[in-house]
């Protein structure tokens, strides 16, 4: 079965701490997300990836800054955390050609205090 | 930039009867669209994926129907089940050129009592 594995399910960090979250997928793709879902926000993207060391910015990745040095890996990192980045983060491997479906891991929770 | 619609307020059903959940968009017509179901505190999962030329496609009780025209997709669920209560979520691709990124509908919770 396709995996997309994120490292913490669940998140406590104080204001001002730099965060990582790391995603590891397991089905060779290319492309690779990061989205953070709010209630009534719905899922909104902050970085894409479309190769390894290539990334793109998505529609709000002020705060934020993404690492992928190997195809499996994409990190999202949050230089200094804010109490309005406390949100759920949800990442992605697109699968095929750049039609393909979205395989979405379980997703981190982080709370920022 | 392209903008999503999908009804925010949830869709209470009976057991056994079709669910009907709506996406418009508002923009230049996408070359496909696809649809994703989201469980409580779990990411989304894909059901179906329909492109521009395809009227309709179907998966076992699903089906999803696209109309250009009208700028919507209609996502159905036939003989629905308490075990298909959830978010469904619709998706575009980002912008008009193929790069695979996808922005999302804020989803519509369905809840279909027994």
């Known amino acids: 079965d396709v995996k997309v594995t994120q490292s913490s399910r669940y998140l406590v960090k104080r204001t001002g701490e730099k965060v990582f979250l790391e995603c590891v997928q397991d089905?060779?793709?290319?492309?690779m997300f990061w989205y953070r879902q709010d209630p009534g926000l719905g899922l909104r993207l902050i970085y894409f990836?479309?190769?390894?060391?290539?990334?793109e910015k998505g529609d709000i990745p002020e705060g934020y800054s993404v690492s992928r040095e190997k195809k499996e890996r994409f990190s999202l990192i949050l230089e200094s955390a804010s109490t309005n980045q406390t949100s759920m983060y949800l990442c992605?491997?697109?699968?095929?050609?750049?039609?393909?479906?979205?395989?979405f891991g379980e997703g981190s929770r982080l709370t920022v205090l | 930039s392209q903008k999503i619609e999908q009804n925010s307020e949830a869709l209470n059903i009976q057991e056994g009867k079709t669910a009907t959940l709506t996406c418009n968009y508002t923009?230049?017509?996408?070359?496909?669209l696809q649809w994703y179901r989201q469980d409580p505190g779990r990411g989304p999962v894909f059901l179906l994926l329909?492109?521009?030329?395809?009227k309709e496609k179907r998966k076992e009780r699903l089906k999803v129907t696209f109309d250009t025209t009208l700028k919507q997709s209609l996502f159905h669920i036939t003989a629905s089940q308490p075990a298909d209560s959830a978010t469904y979520l619709c998706?575009?691709?980002?912008?008009?050129?193929?790069?695979?990124?996808?922005?999302f509908g804020q989803g519509t919770t369905l809840q279909v009592k027994p």
């Open positions: 992605a491997g697109q699968g095929g050609a750049n039609t393909g479906e979205l395989f």
């Open positions: 089905m060779d793709h290319e492309n």
């Open positions: 990836s479309y190769d390894v060391k290539m990334k």
């Open positions: 923009n230049y017509s996408p070359a496909y």
């Open positions: 329909i492109r521009e030329n395809e």
């Open positions: 998706a575009l691709p980002a912008g008009s050129s193929n790069t695979g990124k996808l922005i």
